[in-house]
């Protein structure tokens, strides 16, 4: 931790705008109360209501308050933050938070800019100041965003990584196998010949079997025609020989 980053961090501080005074000593060695003030205070700039634990007597209660900081300063400023650097409430706390404050000294000038423009008028020159500020807000919280997103994804990339190099082995194998291996194209040919010529003896085995079923379809329907006209004559002579039964009974009754 540079002279030149610790004393930046206090002097954001009192432009900011808290209440206590901080000095470069005070965080040579582990200052956690101090810190844990910054911390609340820094927080409630981007979401006044957040209530934060309030015990830290206990080293379980003070790692509880840190990621609850950490956690709201990633949602609300985007701002991803080390816990460890942070609860070590010292020069590295100091590096780790140095960032979130230098944003909020921007937008606190960039705000006393506007306010200077609505009450007083400022001239072109600053005005392109302005806008420039804020396209540079802007594409900062883009890139944060951003990162935090990239973060998330690097351990399915890393083990899709892993996946394929584990892989890797037995594909270059594989690969090499088949690149070693000489294509005989007239082999290929009688193959090919081959397959075509089953698929042909095939084609010719069904029009055949089709064939004999049509065949059988005629043979069919002639058995049934026969079967019909013999049934037609039998029929008939039933008739005839209860016509003659009918008679005879006829004759015998009258008799």
């Known amino acids: 931790m540079s ?4 004393k930046e961090f206090t002097e954001i501080l009192r432009s900011l ?39 830290m007597d206990s080293e379980q209660e003070r790692v509880l308050f840190v990621k609850s900081v950490v956690l709201s300063l990633l949602q609300k400023a985007h701002v991803k933050l080390n816990p460890k650097n942070v609860y070590q409430s010292d020069c590295h706390a100091v590096r780790e938070i140095l960032p979130v404050l230098k944003m909020l000294y921007k937008s606190l000038k960039t705000h006393n800019l506007l306010k200077s423009e609505n009450n007083v008028g400022i001239n072109k020159e600053e005005s392109t100041q302005i806008n420039f500020l804020r396209s540079q807000v802007n594409l900062k919280r883009q890139e944060l965003r951003q990162t935090v997103s990239t973060a998330g994804e690097l351990p399915k990339i890393g083990a899709n990584l892993y996946q394929l190099l584990r892989d890797e082995g037995f594909s270059k194998e594989m690969r090499n196998k088949a690149l070693g291996q000489s294509l005989n194209t007239s082999k290929i040919e009688n193959e090919i010949k081959e397959k075509i010529s089953d698929a042909e003896f095939k084609i010719n085995e069904f029009k055949k079997r089709l064939e004999n079923i049509t065949n059988d379809e005629v043979e069919l329907a002639k058995k049934i025609e026969r079967r019909k006209r013999e049934l037609e004559q039998l029929q008939k002579r039933l008739a005839k020989l209860q016509a003659n039964f009918n008679l005879i009974k006829i004759k015998e009754y009258s008799n």
Do not use: C, D, Y
């Open 3 to 6: 002279f030149h980053e610790l």
């Open 17 to 55: 705008g808290f209440p206590r005074l901080v000095s470069n000593e005070n965080f040579r060695f582990p200052n956690f109360p101090l810190m844990a003030e910054i911390l609340e205070w820094t927080v409630k700039k981007f979401e006044p209501n957040i209530r934060l634990p309030k015990q």
